[in-house]
Structure formats: structure tokens, C-alpha cells
């Protein structure tokens, strides 16, 4: 049965549609407001940045006005001596004679020292505390390591003067002496007071700092990392060594570096267990003297101008001398993390 496509007589015509246009303009003379102003945030970033630029000029500022005063008041000092106060090994308020020598061998020997005994504690704990230890114990032993930074230094000072110096007497003195007495570093008589005391007592202080920052750089390495080492047939210990300790060396670095300035600056509790005794002895035995401690020590005793201007010096000295120190480790990073780069990404 065929449909004819043609209208009948009876259906009503369709009438076209009137099509109303609605512009999108607004009539004349009535603006609309924008949703947004054209520059509603550009004086808020204004502001910001201008905060953050004079935050960043408060911290240069503070440096330069930091080395401005040492060097203006050390003044005296650096007419009288020149460069040969930080090579003179005589230190007599009296002649008004005065060297820095010795200080910065104090300084020096015992900080570096605390990072030989500090060092491996603390990447050991921080390798425990990540890679070993119990779910249930991380978190309490984390805790307790962390606790130890909040010690006050006089705190350790005084522990030091009632438990540590009399175990190093008694026991660590005599047996150094016989096994490693051939060195040279562990001879002579052995008082309790010494730069070996004070080296321990500053690695003590400083293994919260380092194995706390390596914890939480052993944390950030990828998993895939330690499961890629298993997968290969690779031991627990080589899983560690290659694939953890590998990738976080420059973090641990520089957790080393913030323990060696640490280490560099203390100074209650090595001036207690240290001897203050401004002389350069190889013995580690001996009692020795750091630039911080004797500027807590005889600054407010010094009376001359010359004699407090000595100190002074010496305070720029413990500044320069952690600036090079700063600026060695930051090499040796660069050197661990970029100078070899075939050997990293083997």
C-alpha cells in the first residue's frame, strides 16, 4: 500500500515562525560591570612581593651588618698583628701578646673528632630506624633520638663532668692508650679533661642532628629502588648499600654538614670537659681550647682594647672558619652528586 507525500485538504496549514534575534550587547548608553576587574590581583602581588624581597634583604642584611661589626671592632687587633694573629701560638693577656692558633686547632681537631665517632651512629640508627626496625618501635626510637637535640648543652656538660670523664678515665684512657698509644694521640697522662672528651661529648650531641635529617632522606627513596635490588638477587645489605645509601648520599652529606656546624659553634659543654688550656698539643689527652669557648670564657674579663679586640678577631676567625667549612662540604656534594654522573646513573 503506497502513502501520497502530499497534504490532504482537511490538515491545517503550519503558519511560519517569527524568529526573535537577541543580541548580546547591551543596549546604548548601559554598561554592565565585568565579573572580574581587569587588575584586582595585580596590587596584592605587588604587595607580596615586595614583603618577600625585604624578608630576603632582613637575612643579607643581618650577614653584612654581622661581619661589618667583627671586622670594625677587631680593628685594634688586626693593626697590631696583621695575619700573624691567625698563625701565633701565644696567648698572654698580661704582654698583650695574643695568637689564634691554637683555638682554631681546638676548634677543629675536636669537631672533626665528633663527626668520626657521630657519623657512622648515626647513619647506623638512621638505617635501623628505616630499613629494620619494627613497625611498632620506629616510631617510640625516633622519638627518644630526637629528644636528645633538645637536651640543653650545659645538661651534657654536666653529665659529661659525672659520668663521661670518669668512664674515659678509667676504662677508654687506659685501653687507647695501650692499642693505639704508637700514634701519638694517646699518650702522656690522661686527666679526664681533654679534647678527646670533648669530641665525644660533641658527638653525642650532634647524632640526633645527622641521623634525623637521614632518616627522613633514607624515607624519600623510592621504594621500586629497594624492590629493583631484590629482584636482581641482591641481599638485604647490598639492597641498603646500593640502592638506599646510593641514592640518598647527598642528602646524608648535607646532614653532616649541619652536624659540623653544630659541632663547630657548641660551646657550654666543651668549655666544662675540654681543659682550656691554649695550646697546641698532638695528644689527644691534652686539654685544649675552641674559639668559642674562650671567647665565653675571658670576654667579659678583658679590659684592654687590644685584649678585647683579640677575641673579637677570634669570633670573626670561628665565622670565616665556618663559611670554608660550609663552603668544602658544598664541593664535595657537588663533586659526589655531579662530577661523576656515568657512575651514578650505572
Known amino acids: 500500500m503506497a ?18 534575534k537577541v543580541s548580546s550587547l547591551p ?21 607580596f612581593k615586595f614583603a618577600m624581597l625585604l624578608c630576603a634583604l632582613a637575612v643579607l642584611a643581618m650577614l ?19 695575619f ?8 698572654d693577656p698580661v704582654n698583650e701578646q695574643f695568637g689564634a ?15 668520626l665517632i657521630a657519623v657512622p651512629l648515626s647513619i647506623g640508627v638512621a638505617v635501623f630506624t628505616t630499613e629494620m626496625c619494627p613497625v611498632r618501635l620506629r616510631g617510640p626510637l625516633s622519638f627518644f633520638v630526637e629528644l636528645l637535640a ?15 670523664i670518669p668512664l674515659l678515665t678509667r676504662y677508654a684512657g687506659p685501653f687507647l692508650a695501650r692499642t693505639l698509644g704508637w700514634t701519638g694521640l694517646f699518650e702522656g697522662p ?5 679534647i678527646l672528651a670533648a669530641g665525644v661529648i660533641l658527638a653525642i650531641m650532634i647524632v640526633p642532628i645527622i641521623s634525623s635529617i637521614t632518616r627522613e632522606v633514607l624515607m624519600v627513596v623510592p621504594q621500586h629502588q629497594r624492590e629493583a635490588a631484590l629482584a636482581l638477587g641482591a641481599t638485604r645489605w647490598e639492597m641498603i ?10 642528602g646524608i652529606m648535607g646532614a653532616i654538614i649541619l652536624g659540623l656546624g653544630r659541632a663547630l659553634g657548641e660551646t657550654m659543654a666543651v668549655t666544662m670537659v675540654i681543659g682550656n688550656n691554649p695550646q697546641i698539643i698532638k695528644s689527644l689527652f691534652a686539654p685544649g681550647y675552641t674559639m668559642a669557648s674562650v671567647l665565653a670564657n675571658e670576654f667579659s674579663e678583658a679590659t684592654g682594647q687590644v685584649y678585647r679586640s683579640a677575641l673579637i678577631e677570634i669570633g670573626l676567625a670561628l665565622f670565616l672558619v665556618t663559611i670554608v667549612v660550609n663552603a668544602l662540604a658544598r664541593l664535595l656534594v657537588w663533586t659526589v652528586t655531579r662530577g661523576q654522573p656515568s657512575r651514578a646513573n650505572a
Not at 27 to 47: N, W
Not at 190 to 194: A, E, I
Not at 241 to 250: E, H, Q
Open 150 to 164: 633538645a637536651i640543653p648543652s650545659v645538661v651534657y656538660g654536666l653529665w659529661a663532668i659525672f659520668v663521661l
Open 101 to 115: 692558633m691554637p683555638f682554631i686547632y681546638g676548634t677543629l681537631v675536636s669537631s672533626l673528632l665528633a663527626l
Open 84 to 91: 700573624k694573629f691567625f698563625g701565633g701560638h701565644d696567648w
Open 27 to 47: 543596549p546604548a548608553g548601559r554598561r554592565t560591570a565585568p565579573l572580574l576587574p581587569a587588575r584586582s590581583g595585580e596590587t596584592g602581588d605587588h604587595i
Open 64 to 82: 653584612a651588618l654581622i661581619v661589618f661589626e667583627l671586622v670594625r671592632h677587631s680593628g685594634p687587633s688586626w693593626h697590631a698583628f696583621g
Open 190 to 194: 690522661f686527666y679526664g679533661v681533654s
Open 3 to 20: 502513502f501520497s507525500a502530499l497534504p490532504r485538504p482537511d490538515m491545517p496549514v503550519p503558519q511560519p515562525v517569527e524568529v526573535t
Open 241 to 250: 648499600r646500593v640502592g638506599v645509601l646510593r641514592n640518598a648520599r647527598a
